[in-house]
Structures are given as C-alpha cells and as structure tokens.
C-alpha cells in the first residue's frame, strides 16, 4: 500500500497514514485504509491498534482536488465508499487508540471520532469544515465526542476547536507534547492487553451495539443532503470559492 502502512508491536497494530503534505484524502487512501483494518479483524494475534499519522496535520479531509472532477451522478457512490472506510474503524473488532497529532478535519474527523480512545498532542484540533465546501459529513461522528450545542456550532461555522477544548467534553483521553504522541498511544493500547483478548472484542461489540447500531445509516443521510447540494450548484459553487480563495456567491 501507498499511504496507509500496518506494522507490529507484540500484539499491538500501528496503522500509520502518510500522504504528503497535509494527508488529505482521496479515494486510494479511503480503501487502503479500509483494507487494512479489514484485515486486521483477520489477525487473531493483534488485540489492540493505534491509528496514527506522520506530517503536520493528523488527516486534513477529503482531497479537494479529487472532488472538483466528481460526477454529480457519482457523489452517492462516493459518499459509500467514504462511508464504508470510516465505519471499518469504528467496526475493527480490536479496540483502537488514535494519536492525533495536529489537525483532524472532515473526514480526518470522522476516523479519529470511530476511535475508542483518544490520545493528543498539545498542538491537535479538531472540526468539521465540510459547511465551507458545500458539504454535509462527518456531524454523526463529531456527536460521539461532543455535546450537540458544541456540535452546531462547529458545524455551521466550519471552525474547528483545540485539543484542550475536546478535552472539557471527555473527547480526548490524554494531552501530550508531540514528542511524546506515540509512546503515550502505545501505553494507552499496552493498558489493553492486560485483559482478556475474547474479552476486548465482546465489550467493542456491545458498546457499539449499545450505542448506536446507526451510525454508518445516519452519515449516508448526510450524503443524502450533499446531494441536494450538488443539485442546487452550491457544492460547485462553494468548492471553487474555497480553492479560489474568494467569498462564494450563492445568488
């Protein structure tokens, strides 16, 4: 794979993403991802994984670049796909810790968000900038991490908010300078391992199933209304203004 790599540390997978400069994400880097956790719910030898990324920013989002040559006809298909690598986070049978070392945005959101464990470095943050390119996304998953006043806010303004912030609403676990991200994910997925493997996977099960057995239904009801948008020229018209630089004109 190009941009998504799975190594071993004992029984702990380190999923690490890298796709310079910024880690946005396109369609190669959705399914790589998807792919390897699928994968791993296929190792009985690995109880727990970190989910982490190198560069600046943790994941910056879809890839602006790829969207602008999207096929109004093929924006659902895409949503799928988006929505099924997602939801391979939140479904891996071992539980996972992210290492959010800068920026988590839009989709970056949304994998960090289908987390069980949140771990920090001082300079993350955290939104969904989706409102700014004439997208609906990602809210259903920014609701497992913050109260729905927070929620509204991020999503009609598009701002995102500190680590520090996340951590007043019990988002984040652990706040760490960044020289310390991994080691302090790797600690929080080492906790794990004291504990039955079998065991680990049941609970997952349950409290997914607890929580909220809708999740990947209430994100493709998201996509529903980018489609709406797509129709009306709005998704068009707000992605060229953004990659422009310049205020959109919904006139």
């Not at 049978?93 to 987390?115: F, H, I, K, N, T």
Request: charged fraction near 20%; proline fraction near 4%; include cysteine.
């Amino acid at each position: 794979m190009d941009f998504v790599k799975l190594s071993r540390q004992g029984n702990i997978g380190v999923v690490s993403v890298e796709r310079p400069p910024i880690n946005a994400i396109d369609s190669q880097l959705y399914r790589e991802m998807q792919a390897t956790f699928e994968g791993i719910n296929r190792e009985d030898a690995v109880h727990a994984v970190v989910l982490k990324s190198q560069g600046p920013m943790f994941m910056a989002g879809n890839d602006l670049q790829e969207l602008t040559s999207l096929e109004p006809g093929d924006a659902l298909a895409y949503a799928q796909m988006v929505n099924d690598s997602v939801a391979s986070v939140y479904e891996c049978r071992a539980p996972v810790v992210g290492a959010v070392q800068g920026p988590a945005l839009g989709a970056g959101l949304a994998y960090a968000a289908c987390c069980d464990v949140l771990v920090a470095a001082q300079e993350a943050s955290f939104g969904i900038p989706e409102i700014r390119v004439g997208i609906v996304g990602a809210g259903c998953h920014l609701a497992r991490l913050v109260p729905q006043g927070v929620l509204r806010y991020m999503a009609y303004t598009g701002k995102a908010i500190s680590a520090r912030h996340m951590q007043r609403y019990g988002a984040v676990h652990k706040i760490v300078p960044a020289a310390e991200l991994q080691e302090a994910a790797l600690g929080v997925a080492a906790e794990f391992l004291e504990q039955s493997p079998l065991a680990l996977r049941f609970w997952k099960e349950a409290l997914n199933l607890g929580e909220d057995i809708r999740l990947k239904e209430k994100y493709a009801t998201e996509s529903l209304y980018t489609k709406r948008l797509v129709a009306a020229g709005h998704f068009q018209e707000a992605l060229a203004a953004f990659l422009e630089k310049r205020k959109p004109n919904f006139d």
